[in-house]
Nanobody, 125 residues
Framework: QVQLVESGGGLVQAGGSLRLSCAASGRTISWNAMGWFRQVPGKERDFVVAISRSGGRTVYADSVKGRFTISRDNAKNSVYLQMNSLKPEDTAVYYC??????????????????WGQGTQVTVSS
């Protein structure tokens, strides 16, 4: 079992920045790719970004390219999401997730087997 706990969400003005953290416990996350997803009420959970086990490969949704940066520290069993130039449309609950490793598809939520409880990010205009 893996427990994932997100933190760092909050209210920020458009153009501002936030850094989300995802702390894992239960076992090491170094064996798995990790991802961030986001969801607004009434909509599906959308892919934001993912990072490979070593951190050498990253995949970004087009909507966040150039503004968001994912990183990981396997020694700290943690993943981070630096969000810059935030826009009102980035408002959502952000979830950290651990990839199952069954396939190489990092952008679909059903390939992730553990999820955090989410952290709210609200960007005001």
């Amino acid at each position: 079992q893996v427990q994932l706990v997100e933190s760092g969400g909050g209210l920020v003005q458009a153009g501002g920045s936030l850094r989300l953290s995802c702390a894992a416990s239960g076992r090491t996350i170094s064996w798995n790719a990790m991802g961030w997803f986001r969801q607004v009420p009434g909509k599906e959970r959308d892919f934001v970004v993912a990072i490979s086990r070593s951190g050498g490969r990253t995949v970004y949704a087009d909507s966040v390219k150039g503004r968001f940066t994912i990183s990981r520290d396997n020694a700290k069993n943690s993943v981070y999401l630096q969000m810059n130039s935030l826009k009102p449309e980035d408002t959502a609950v952000y979830y950290c997730a651990l990839h199952s490793g069954v396939t190489y598809n990092l952008i679909v939520p059903w390939e992730y087997e553990y999820w955090g409880q989410g952290t709210q990010v609200t960007v005001s205009s």
